[in-house]
T-cell receptor, first 111, second 112 residues
């Protein structure tokens, strides 16, 4: 079945440093979504990317979708304590809209 | 709108007991799903429904049943709880024409 892996599993950064998480799917995706889960909370939708090579920005967050639509990345510039949490990518297969979530990257910030 | 609500928030069961986790949404969303979240394994899809009267299996359906008699409600039944079902359970819903999933607050289940 489809597998979606994320690296790294954990990332500890000093406040103000940049952070990147990478998402790789074993199959081609029709779209990729990113979610953020604060400690003790539930996943919250951040963004969806649909087009090959698409890049979207939300303030300090930059999201990219690979040309082959099998990988994606999330980059945070100048991290803040509010960025703490686990970031998940998720994607459905073509022709099968069941969503498969990545394993997540847990970000902690050292003040 | 309350969004997606789940009850209970916490539950402790003994092995072999049965119970139902409740999920309701007031956004008139057609698509609803159940996930379990275990440390280091992300969210895994248990069952999902594309509308009232229609359900299908996800990645890890064994030991769980669902039904969808109304658009609003999507309960998850554990038939005979096992320690391997200790997890955090999230219900989510998605509106027609959208991919964004709205998650409930979760139910933390412990099976002893």
């Amino acid at each position: 079945g489809q597998q979606v892996m994320q690296i790294p599993q954990y990332q500890h950064v000093q406040e103000g440093e940049d952070f990147t998480t990478y998402c790789n799917s074993s199959t081609t995706l029709s779209n990729i979504q990113w979610y953020k889960q604060r400690p003790g909370g539930h996943p919250v939708f951040l963004i969806q990317l649909v087009k090959s090579g698409e890049v979207k920005k939300q303030k300090r967050l930059t999201f990219q979708f690979g040309e082959a639509k099998k990988n994606s990345s999330l980059h945070i510039t100048a991290t803040q304590t509010t960025d703490v949490g686990t970031y998940f990518c998720a994607g459905p297969n073509f022709g099968n809209e069941k969503l498969t979530f990545g394993t997540g990257t847990r970000l902690t910030i050292i003040p | 709108n309350a969004g997606v609500t789940q009850t209970p928030k916490f539950q402790v069961l003994k092995t072999g007991q049965s119970m139902t986790l409740q999920c309701a949404q007031d956004m008139n969303h057609e698509y609803m799903s159940w996930y379990r979240q275990d440390p280091g394994m992300g969210l895994r899809l248990i069952h999902y429904s594309v509308g009232a009267g229609i359900t299908d299996q996800g990645e890890v359906p064994n030991g769980y049943n669902v039904s969808r008699s109304t658009t609003e409600d999507f309960p998850l039944r554990l038939l005979s709880a096992a320690p391997s079902q200790t997890s955090v359970y999230f219900c989510a819903s998605t509106g027609a024409g959208s991919y964004e999933q709205y998650f409930g607050p979760g139910t933390r289940l412990t099976v002893t």
